[in-house]
């Protein structure tokens, strides 16, 4: 990168060279001027703030921490107040060093519970879907119900495919969805998904649907992903959109 200065230079000589190039005869066409910008209200102002710190924030592990933690409003400021001193330069107002084991005890122990507890919902969801005459389990262990059939073409292991779909957790939240996408079809490989989506997108066509009951082990497994916690059974409905052509 130039230094300021010799960039200024480089820009001054250049313009030299340029007023003693022969001018063209005709006059080149004026560019257009450059669209102006909207100055934002002060309402806006502040949107601007809490939209660039919820970039930052959904893109980092805090949404991560909350989720196997399960914080209360409470701990959620006094996360907060760390968050802040870090940002501005500041220390703790206290040793850190002095909650010692305890700190991580802590957490693990709400961790565990927070395991325990999704633990016997998600158990109890799979009962529940289990006796449910209208779903069919696999042998790999994924249940499904298709909703419609679809074309007699059905797409293979192999082939890339466009579909839309939501997902949930055995809680009802859902943490994807093309709806929040226009509810335009995403694009995929099913060789590159998790093993719920290759072998359960394989039973229907073009235009088909299903809802897809995927035990951890063939979703995200032990350690989850992203908003999605370890040991998660995921329910997902599937459209099939279109079977890609091969290139």
């Known amino acids: ?22 001018k063209p005869a005709v006059d080149a066409p004026t ?24 970039s930052i924030a959904s893109q980092s592990p805090m949404p991560q921490v909350n989720s196997q933690l399960e914080l209360t409003d409470d701990e959620i400021e006094l996360f907060l107040v760390g968050v802040r001193q870090a940002m501005r330069g500041e220390k703790p107002k206290f040793d850190p060093a002095e909650l010692g084991d305890g700190a991580d005890a802590m957490f693990q122990e709400r961790v565990n519970a927070k395991a325990g507890k999704w633990g016997r919902q998600n158990d109890e969801f799979l009962a529940k879907i289990d006796a449910d005459k209208s779903v069919t389990k696999t042998a790999s262990g994924l249940r ?25 957790l055995v809680d009802g939240k859902v943490f994807d969805s093309t709806k929040n996408r226009n509810n335009e079809p995403s694009e995929f490989p099913l060789s590159g998904v998790i093993p719920a989506w290759t072998e359960g997108v394989q039973l229907i066509g073009v235009g088909g649907k299903i809802v897809l009951y995927c035990p951890s082990a063939l979703a995200y497994g032990d350690q ?12 997902f409905e599937v459209e099939l959109v279109e079977i890609a052509k091969g290139k």
């Open 224 to 235: 989850g992903q992203g908003p999605i916690p370890g040991k998660s059974v995921l329910e």
């Open 31 to 54: 560019p257009p001027p450059a669209p102006k910008v909207k100055t934002l209200t002060p309402e806006q102002a502040k949107q601007a703030w809490t939209m660039l710190g919820y």
């Open 144 to 168: 499904y119900k298709i909703l419609a059939a679809g074309s007699d073409v059905k797409p293979t292991a192999a082939s890339t495919v466009k579909c839309r779909y939501e997902g949930k």
């Open 1 to 22: 990168m130039k230094y300021p200065v010799l960039a200024a230079l480089a820009v001054a000589v250049a313009s030299l060279h340029a007023a003693d190039a022969p």
